[in-house]
């Protein structure tokens, strides 16, 4: 089993700044990762997929890159609705598996 | 517009059965894998099963191997998760999930979610 470890745990920033979120693969998962944001009590949102392609309405101010094992999703410039937890995710081999999460709040 | 919807959940006791539906709208469902992914209280996501467009090969994740079973009915545009032998660490949202790729056999992503729908495994 891929294992995905997130950093950091939480990440305290206020709205305008810019964010890295980080995603460590256990093994290579090419480019394979995904990006999803899960705001309190609603379900997750896909926002990147293949390291780097924006999903359907996803704003430009999402980025994704990396390769291999290391993963960045960049938020370029932080709105009040960004604020929420996300998750990477792999499709390299089953099983399907999701890092622990970041949670992105409000300094 | 794509909307899939769960079935109520509910309080089952250790060692019993649940079957969860899933009902898909707005897309072309015979087209799409379709997965169910769940999510324990407080905790991270985990995925737990996919099921292929045509119902072959399914696959599962090792914690609910043996004692869960994806399934699916084309024919109603319907997902179905029968889970048994449920113990208190399978408390958690329930979410199914539409696959992102068309027409394959391998799982990939999660492009639209459910609303979710909590089970609670509790004497």
């Known amino acids: 089993e891929i294992v995905l470890t997130q950093s950091p745990g939480t990440l305290s920033l206020s709205p305008g700044e810019g964010a890295t979120l980080s995603c460590r693969a256990s093994?290579?998962?090419?480019?394979?990762l995904a990006w999803y944001q899960q705001k309190r009590g609603q379900a997750p949102r896909l926002l990147i997929y293949?390291?780097?392609n924006r999903a359907t309405g996803i704003p430009a101010r999402f980025s994704g890159s990396g390769s291999g094992t290391d993963f960045t999703l960049t938020i370029s410039s932080l709105e009040p609705e960004d604020f929420a937890v996300y998750y990477c995710?792999?499709?390299?081999?089953?099983?399907?598996?999701f890092g622990g999460g970041t949670k992105v709040e409000i300094k | 517009q794509v909307q899939l919807v769960e079935s109520a959940g509910g309080v089952v006791q250790p060692g019993g059965s649940l079957r969860l539906s899933c009902a898909a709208s707005?897309?072309?469902?015979?087209?799409?894998?379709m997965h169910w992914v769940r999510q324990a209280p407080g905790e991270g996501l985990e995925w737990v099963a996919f099921?292929?467009?045509?119902?072959?090969?399914?696959k599962y994740a090792d914690s609910v191997k043996g004692r869960f079973t994806i399934s699916r009915d084309n024919s109603k545009n319907t997902l179905y998760l029968q889970m048994g032998s449920l113990r208190a660490d399978d408390t958690a949202v329930y979410y199914c999930?539409?696959?992102?790729?068309?027409?394959?056999?391998?799982?990939?992503?999660?492009?639209?979610w459910g609303q979710g729908t909590l089970v609670t495994v509790s004497s």
């Open positions: 093994q290579s998962v090419s480019n394979y």
């Open positions: 293949d390291v780097s």
């Open positions: 099921i292929p467009y045509d119902g072959s090969n399914t």
């Open positions: 995710q792999h499709r390299r081999s089953w099983p399907l598996t």
């Open positions: 999930a539409k696959d992102r790729l068309v027409s394959s056999y391998s799982g990939s992503n999660f492009d639209f």
């Open positions: 707005g897309f072309t469902f015979t087209s799409c894998g």
